[in-house]
């Protein structure tokens, strides 16, 4: 008996490292559209908010221990007036098929969005 437990144990263990692995994933994605968000909000002009907006969720995701293959990041500026507000979403693809023994999928594609408010007192540039 406590030999067929045995394998069920390393496939539960399995399970869950791939499970926290998706989990990590997500909040590292998270954190990366937050940053670009932030940075993009503070940018002086529209071209600004996207280059600094890409720029920082690429170092959010470089920092981090997510193999994103690849990632793409979309900044809206929206209108960019004084009190409007600015979007980044970050789409990331995490490669599950390292994981040994669980035969995964190749990739499960993780996205999230956030925004951040202009400063309504912000001069126009």
Do not use: K, N, W
Not at 74 to 103: H, I, K, M, N
Request: aromatic share 4%.
């Amino acid at each position: 008996m406590a030999l067929g437990y045995v394998p069920l144990m390393v496939l539960a263990i399995l399970a869950v490292v791939a499970c926290a692995r998706l989990a990590s994933a997500a909040i590292d994605v998270r954190s990366a559209a937050a940053a670009a968000a932030r940075q993009a909000s503070v940018a002086r002009t529209p071209a600004e908010a996207h280059s600094a907006g890409g720029d920082a969720a690429s170092f959010t995701l470089t920092g981090r221990g997510v193999t994103c293959q690849p990632s793409t990041v979309t900044v809206d500026p929206g209108t960019f007036l004084p009190g409007g507000q600015v979007s980044a979403t970050v789409t990331c693809s995490v490669r599950l098929e390292d994981l040994y023994g669980l035969g995964l999928p190749g990739a499960v594609t993780i996205t999230s969005t956030s925004r951040q408010p202009l400063d309504a007192f912000r001069s126009q540039p």
